[in-house]
């Protein structure tokens, strides 16, 4: 039988399906043809290479020696086309090499797990600092609430020559005031000090912390040199500059 194709080149790549029916190779041309000479294959025996629909006699596509060819598909033919013998399936195809990809993907993971603990030791740091200056700016705006009332209390000092007290200057009364955060704000006379003191001493809520809610503020008015002093029962860690123990740093 004249062959269908010409002659693959040397390098090309050939499956082959022995005298059981198993799967060989790959082989070159010319080893695919020593074993044909050899008598291992015949020329029904079926081959396949890539590009091929799919498994053919091996005389059908490769150039054989005549007269070997002739012998060997007249002697063969029943074997190799014996009903119920399956062809061998074509070769899987090789599968893609994606190293790239995955190098990227190990250097993305390890990043990753480098990066885990150095955002949470950023955060361990950056959460308190953040907390502790939110309730400073808090304590910082009940102060500015009370600026009002120091003025009318030194107006009144200046006037009357004492200390007013809540109902007086227009100041309300200890549980009337509507700024919020402060309640039970006591005005009058800074009974804890030796010399005569004014104060303004609200206690605070509202801020949903315990570290600020109940605690007290003070604001003392030193009449003699005209100067407001603050103190608070909050640590000093919260309060604004203006409003810390001068011992603290």
């Known amino acids: ?23 060989q190779g790959p082989v070159d041309h010319d080893t695919l043809l020593a074993l044909f000479n050899q008598g291992q294959i015949t020329a029904l ?72 603990p150095v955002i949470g030791i950023l955060a361990a740091i950056a959460i ?11 304590i910082a705006s009940t102060l500015a609430t009370l600026s009002p009332y120091q003025q009318s209390v030194a107006a009144f000092y200046a006037e009357h020559g004492r200390c007013p007290v809540n109902g007086e200057a227009g100041i309300p009364e200890r549980d009337a005031f509507p700024e919020p955060n402060i309640t039970d704000v006591y005005v009058g006379i800074d009974t804890d000090e030796d010399q005569y003191e004014c104060i303004i001493a609200p206690t605070l809520t509202g801020f949903g912390s315990p570290k600020l ?13 005209g100067e407001w002093l603050c103190g608070s029962t909050v640590a000093d860690r919260y309060l604004p500059s203006s409003c810390k123990n001068p011992d603290t740093p």
């Open 1 to 23: 039988m004249t062959p269908t194709s010409s002659p693959p080149p040397a390098t090309a790549e050939w499956f082959y399906a022995d005298a059981s029916h198993q799967q």
């Open 45 to 116: 025996s079926l081959v396949w290479k890539a590009g091929m629909p799919a498994w053919q006699p091996l005389h059908e596509v490769v150039q054989l020696p005549a007269a070997l060819n002739r012998q060997s598909t007249g002697t063969a033919t029943a074997s190799a086309r014996m009903p119920g013998t399956a062809q061998p399936p074509p070769p899987p195809a090789p599968a893609k090499k994606n190293k790239g990809c995955l190098i990227a993907l190990v250097v993305a993971l390890v990043l990753g797990l480098l990066a885990i």
């Open 128 to 138: 308190p600092a953040y907390q502790d200056h939110t309730l400073r700016a808090q």
């Open 213 to 225: 809610d109940s605690q007290t503020l003070w604001l003392t008015y030193d009449a003699d040199n």
